[in-house]
């Protein structure tokens, strides 16, 4: 009877034993896996560090960005997700964070959870040169010069008239169509342009017919123009997203001419001394 009290013992014991070395390790875990991330300034990222936006200079870029419900905002490299959480919550917009950091995009989906926009503010855990984000009509990031060069042939292919606001840093030789600031901090915006590159044939109603070239840089347009094989002034060409405009000087007078760019066709009004005209554009030869 003793012999069998004792190999209950033993046996309870060893139970007890490899009861709390399975249950101390994994209340361990637990706790660990309970405790929710709390990112620090300066942490290291896969191509830059996390340093967020003041909540100022988010609505700033926002506004500059002329933010409406309608649009659709993607906030490269998110962080914290206050981007697309302001995004949401003030404009009714519809916003995806693209952030590598899984932990980050796990903070930022509790933070949506709790402003109550998690249905319009989404999170993705992604690298942003691997993710089509092209769909957007509202771009902001807050990255590097470098990345922000290697992102601007995807970003020039975007769709003429996206917003693009930049937090601290430029695209090179693009230049901005606005700078602003808040808190010290400054912000830039970029409408992405309509491609006018190439040889175009413009009948003003009721007017004279040009044969015009279009040298296009980003948003600023140079050029020539000809009636009847004659070259006339071309001047003051610039684009805002699908929107161009420019001056031509003839014989008749200078016109000042306005319109919208889709695709090869160009529609407008055109301004002279005679008054204003509509006028029309074909491109019949693309930029070399």
Same mark, same amino acid.
């Given at each position: ?30 706790? =660990? %896996?309970? $405790?929710?991330?709390?990112?620090? @300034?300066?942490?290291?990222?896969? #191509?830059?560090?996390? *340093?967020? !936006? ?10 500059? =960005? %002329?933010? $409406?419900?309608?649009?659709?905002? @993607?906030?490269?490299?998110?962080? #914290?997700?206050?981007? *697309?959480? !302001? ?29 109550? *926009? ?171």
């Amino acid at each position: 009877m003793q012999s069998m009290l004792r190999a209950a013992s033993v046996f309870a014991v060893f139970v007890l034993v490899c009861a709390s070395w399975v249950s101390g390790p994994a209340a361990a875990q637990t706790a =660990a %896996g309970s $405790k929710e991330f709390t990112p620090a @300034v300066g942490q290291e990222g896969k #191509d830059v560090i996390w *340093v967020p !936006t003041p909540q100022s200079l988010v609505e700033r870029m926002l506004q500059m =960005a %002329g933010t $409406k419900s309608t649009d659709y905002v @993607v906030d490269l490299g998110s962080g #914290d997700g206050r981007t *697309v959480i !302001t995004a949401a919550k003030k404009y009714g917009a519809n916003a995806l964070g693209i952030e590598y950091n899984a932990d980050m995009v796990e903070l930022a989906k509790r933070a949506a959870e709790k402003e109550g *926009v998690a249905g319009k503010a989404q999170f993705m855990r992604a690298d942003i040169f691997q993710t089509d984000f092209s769909k957007a009509t509202v771009l902001t990031l807050y990255l590097l010069p470098s990345l922000n060069v290697k992102l601007r042939p995807t970003i020039l292919n975007m769709k003429p008239g996206t917003r693009v606001v930049s937090h601290a840093f430029t695209m090179d030789d693009w230049q901005p169509d606005q700078v602003d600031s808040s808190e010290g901090r400054t912000a830039y915006m970029w409408i992405v342009p309509a491609k006018v590159g190439g040889t175009w044939r413009v009948q003003v109603a009721g007017g004279p017919r040009y044969e015009t070239a279009f040298i296009q840089q980003y948003q600023n347009v140079g050029g020539s123009a000809k009636v009847d094989g004659k070259p006339v002034q071309f001047s003051n060409g610039k684009l805002r997203g699908e929107t161009i405009s420019f001056t031509i000087e003839d014989g008749t007078g200078k016109r000042d001419f306005s319109g919208q760019v889709v695709g090869d066709k160009i529609e407008g009004t055109a301004k002279g001394a005679g008054g204003e005209a509509k006028w029309t554009a074909t491109r019949v030869a693309e930029a070399r």
